[in-house]
């Protein structure tokens, strides 16, 4: 049976992942920022992250998306992820997100150090998507995340903790 995205609903498993790029931003005390996805009536933060767009290096992505998410592109990458991480969104999600044409996200990621001041994030973007930010502790990360990306999220700690 198809659903109104033109997609059949036994056939979520099926869609490909959407390549992208997400951003463990450090501040100068190596707090880790995370928003509040304005979006989303899941109770849960989450790093900024992004699609790559046609043509794009995952590291070029990376710092568009951090200007587009927090409003300033102040930063220097110092790592970027061996391996591409993935995750699926819920079922419910997936006809409202991207069209309906990818089942979750593949992700390059990149360890940025925030070379701004606080007052240099601004989440009131052109096209907001978080409406609450804080920095955390590596050891806070985990226990806010939107569960669905909780695995992913492990699995980035894991390999940037050693680098700091």
């Given at each position: 049976m198809e659903n109104k995205f033109g997609h059949h609903k036994n056939n979520?498993?099926?869609?490909?992942?959407?390549?992208?790029?997400?951003?463990?931003?450090?501040?100068?005390?190596?707090?880790?920022?995370?928003?509040?996805?304005?979006?989303?009536?899941?109770?849960?933060?989450?790093?900024?992250?992004?699609g790559i767009d046609l043509?794009?290096?995952?590291?070029?992505?990376?710092l568009r998306e951090m200007e587009e998410e927090i409003g300033c592109?102040?930063?220097?990458?110092?790592?970027?992820?061996?391996?591409?991480?993935?995750?699926?969104?819920?079922?419910?999600?997936?006809p409202k997100l991207w069209g309906g044409k990818f089942c979750g996200q593949k992700q390059k990621w990149f360890l940025i150090r925030f070379t701004g001041e606080d007052s240099d994030i601004d989440i009131n973007t052109k096209c907001p998507e978080f409406d609450q930010w804080k920095w955390v502790h590596f050891d806070?990360?985990?226990?806010d995340i939107i569960p669905f990306k909780l695995k992913l999220y492990k699995q980035v700690v894991k390999e940037f903790k050693d680098i700091l």
């Open positions: 979520i498993a099926e869609l490909p992942f959407r390549p992208g790029v997400g951003m463990m931003i450090l501040d100068k005390h190596n707090r880790i920022f995370v928003g509040k996805r304005i979006d989303s009536k899941l109770n849960g933060w989450q790093m900024p992250q992004g043509g794009e290096t995952p590291s070029a992505a990376a592109n102040k930063g220097n990458i110092i790592a970027e992820s061996k391996n591409w991480y993935s995750y699926r969104v819920p079922n419910f999600l997936v806070e990360l985990l226990k």
